[in-house]
Structures are given as structure tokens and as C-alpha cells.
């Protein structure tokens, strides 16, 4: 499908191209035909994508999670930057574990009066049993500040079973269970988990929650059933240290946008597999304006243009009711394309009523879904007038392998 739709997109943009050189009423009406001709099959293979997808997340989230046969010790690697709203609650489902085997909580920070080590001392009061250490070093290696604090982190590392795991993250009792269940299967070098939007309070962050509950979800599901998808996810990467030796450390991964994909090709190169269980944990949505929201979003489908530009074009699927939209105000008004715009709806409500329930999250703000698909739509349209990016305050151009060179104001 994602061939046969870029063969269609390049095909007719080339025709309108020339047609809207002749400029004349008869190429005028040709460009118009192929304009509607775009938008409208656009449209027609989303809503054949997005029910697609919606079966696929039921199929996925139905098979049985892995139980591990032994219950090595573990070091949970947790790189920290500033306090967050739900900092606390999303350490403490980390020591609220059913895992019998020993864990070490290592967290980092760069720098030694950072307010996030008041919520990990918040920590140790709480689950006094814990085993927490803490490394408080400033050196950088490159922009990835993230990459840097894990590497600064690691000496401390004690044990062989590695999971590094995002601060904004929070998992079930049985997450560390399952993923070193999946860990030990034969040929798997690398586990990462799929994950769902946790809002923090405000309007801004319930709107992030829906790019990744009904658009990025959806999507890695269907392209991992497809076989067009190749993720590796920062929210959670587990792997041996004699994997993680093999790939040569993490250093490496310093001048990366996007080092998490980057890590995933890397155990993928030394042969061995990199798989994703049948849970979704949850990951925090913190944008609290519009403009933080736009430029958070913008970030993420720029990086995905840079490392992956055929899958990012494919992504237009995720996008119907927008296209169908635009076939509405092409035709001014017609009556099969208010159709067409009333399907691609039910097809994108559809899918939102599947996440909610394999999710188990109540069904909430329908009323927002297409107002963020619009929104969304933009997003992808900005993404390809520039390969910047802005990342916690400083500006980057993302280049074809996802690695990031500073950009100086202008």
C-alpha cells in the first residue's frame, strides 16, 4: 500500500506540475482534477489504513506476554533532567515491581543542585529496601545531553541486565518480568516497548496525548505487521552488557537526534533481534502551550523525515479525514465528498474506541480527534520546508543519518 501510494503522490504532482506551467483554463481544470484526484484517493487508502489498523491493535495487544525462565539481577538506568509534575509517581512504578530477582535504580544528572535528586531522595524514603545510586557529572560529549548522562552513568552500573529507561516513563508491577521474559528468548539482542500518552493536567498535554495514543501507536503497530518498521524506543531499551559491548557503548550515539533508533540498527547489524512485547507503557505528555506542542511534534516527524523520508511520506495515510477535508473545499461543498469526509471520521473515531479499550483508558474528548488530525496534518505538511529542530532550547539541523550539527541564531 505505502508503494502503490507513493507512485500515485509522485505521478500526480509531476502531472500538476507541468499541467500548471501551460496556465491556461483547460490545464487549470486538469490541475484542479488532479489536485481532488490527490487529495481524495489520499483520503480513500486512509480510511483503508486506519481500519486496517484498528484490527491490528486488537491482534497485537491479544498475545500473551513473556514470563522469564531465571530472575537475573538488574540495573535500571534512569538519566534525569529537572523536576517533572508526575516525577515521583512514575520512579515509584519502577520499585513497585513484581521482580525477585536484585535491582539497582541508578539515576544521573549533569548537574549536582538539579531538582530532580530532591524527588529521588522523596524516593529513598519512600522504599527505604531500594537500591538507588546516584551520579552527579557534568561532562558532555556532544548535544545529546541524554547520551552523555548515561555514559557518565554507567561505571556504576553493577549488573549485566541493562534497562534504560526514560524519567517521564511509568510502568505496570510486571513490566521488568516481561521484559527480561522477552530478553531471554534465543536471538534477542535488544527489547523496547511501545507506549501511550499520560497527560499532564491542561488542555495542551491531553491534545499531545492524542498523537501518540491515535497516530504514533497505531502506526508502529501496523508497520511492525507489515514489516516496514524497524523501532527502537527511548522510553525503554533493555539489553545484555555483552550486547551492549558488542555494539561498541553508547558514546557513539552522542551526536544523535533520534539515538534511540540509531542503537536499534546497531544490534540489528551484529545479528541479533530487537522485539516488543504486547504492552504499552505509559509516557508523559508535558506540553503545556500550543507553540510547545507544535514545535515537540515538529521535532519528532522531522527527525522521522531525516532517518526514514519513504516511511514519513507513507505516514500521509494517517492523515484521511484532513485530505478528505481538503476534497470538500476543493468541490466546494460536493455531496460524495462530505461522504468521503463523514468515513474517514468513523474511521478515525473507530480507531480511537480500539486504543481506548486494548489500552484500558476511559473514552474521553472524541470531540478533540478532529480537531487534532487537522492540526496534525499541518505538522506534517511544515515538516518538509526544513531539516531544523528545536531541542530543549537549542536549534539543530537533523542530516540524512539523524545526527544533529548546531545551528547559530541568525
Known amino acids: 500500500m505505502r508503494r502503490a501510494w507513493r507512485a500515485c503522490l509522485i505521478g500526480l504532482l509531476i502531472a500538476g506540475s507541468l499541467i500548471a506551467l501551460e496556465k491556461t483554463p483547460q490545464a487549470e481544470h486538469w490541475l484542479f482534477v488532479a489536485m481532488v484526484t490527490l487529495c481524495g484517493t489520499a483520503a480513500a487508502l486512509g480510511v483503508v489504513y486506519t481500519l486496517l489498523a484498528t484490527a491490528l491493535l486488537g491482534r497485537f495487544f491479544a498475545r500473551p506476554s513473556a514470563e522469564p525462565a531465571s530472575y537475573p539481577p538488574v540495573t535500571v538506568v534512569k538519566p534525569l533532567h529537572g523536576e517533572e509534575w508526575a516525577l515521583l509517581?512514575?520512579?515509584s512504578s519502577f520499585c513497585q515491581q513484581d521482580y525477585p530477582g536484585p535491582v539497582q535504580f541508578l539515576f544521573g544528572v549533569h548537574d549536582s543542585q538539579d531538582p530532580a535528586l530532591a524527588t529521588v531522595d522523596e524516593l529513598r524514603r519512600r522504599y527505604?529496601?531500594?537500591d538507588i545510586a546516584v551520579v552527579a557529572d557534568a561532562r558532555l560529549y556532544g548535544p545529546n545531553r541524554k547520551i552523555s548522562n548515561i555514559v557518565n552513568m554507567l561505571p556504576q552500573a553493577r549488573h549485566d541486565m541493562l534497562v534504560f529507561a526514560d524519567s517521564d516513563v511509568s510502568v505496570g508491577p510486571g513490566y521488568l518480568r516481561h521484559v527480561i521474559g522477552e530478553l531471554q528468548k534465543p536471538g534477542v539482542g535488544l527489547v523496547t516497548c511501545v507506549y501511550r500518552g499520560q497527560p499532564d493536567p491542561g488542555f495542551w498535554p491531553r491534545l499531545s496525548a492524542k498523537a501518540t495514543n491515535y497516530q504514533f501507536l497505531p502506526s508502529v503497530v501496523t508497520g511492525l505487521a507489515l514489516g516496514l518498521a524497524r523501532p527502537c524506543f527511548g522510553q525503554t531499551i533493555a539489553m545484555r552488557r555483552e550486547t551492549f559491548d558488542k555494539i561498541g557503548g553508547f558514546a557513539q550515539f552522542v551526536h544523535h537526534l533520534a539515538e534511540d533508533h540509531a542503537i536499534g540498527e546497531a544490534v540489528r547489524k551484529i545479528g541479533e533481534k530487537v522485539v516488543i512485547p504486547p504492552f504499552a507503557i505509559s509516557h508523559a505528555c508535558v506540553e503545556t502551550s500550543a507553540a510547545k506542542l507544535f514545535a515537540h511534534e515538529l521535532r519528532?516527524?522531522?527527525?522521522?523525515?531525516s532517518i526514514d523520508p519513504a516511511g514519513h511520506l507513507g505516514s500521509a495515510l494517517i492523515h484521511p479525514f484532513a485530505f478528505a477535508m481538503l476534497v470538500v473545499l476543493l468541490t466546494g461543498g460536493a455531496g460524495?465528498?462530505?461522504?468521503?469526509?463523514?468515513?474517514?471520521?468513523?474511521?478515525?473515531?473507530t480507531l480511537k474506541l480500539q486504543a481506548d479499550r486494548v489500552l484500558q483508558q476511559p473514552h474521553e474528548d472524541l470531540w478533540l480527534q478532529p480537531v487534532w488530525d487537522i492540526v496534525s496534518f499541518m505538522i506534517f505538511v511544515t515538516s518538509y520546508f526544513s531539516t531544523r529542530v528545536v531541542w530543549r532550547g537549542f536549534r539543530f539541523k537533523v542530516d540524512g543519518n539523524g545526527l544533529l550539527s548546531p545551528v547559530q541564531d541568525e
Open 89 to 91: 509517581a512514575n520512579l
Open 128 to 130: 527505604p529496601e531500594a
Open 300 to 305: 519528532w516527524s522531522r527527525t522521522i523525515r
Open 336 to 349: 460524495w465528498a462530505w461522504l468521503l469526509a463523514l468515513a474517514a471520521l468513523l474511521a478515525r473515531f
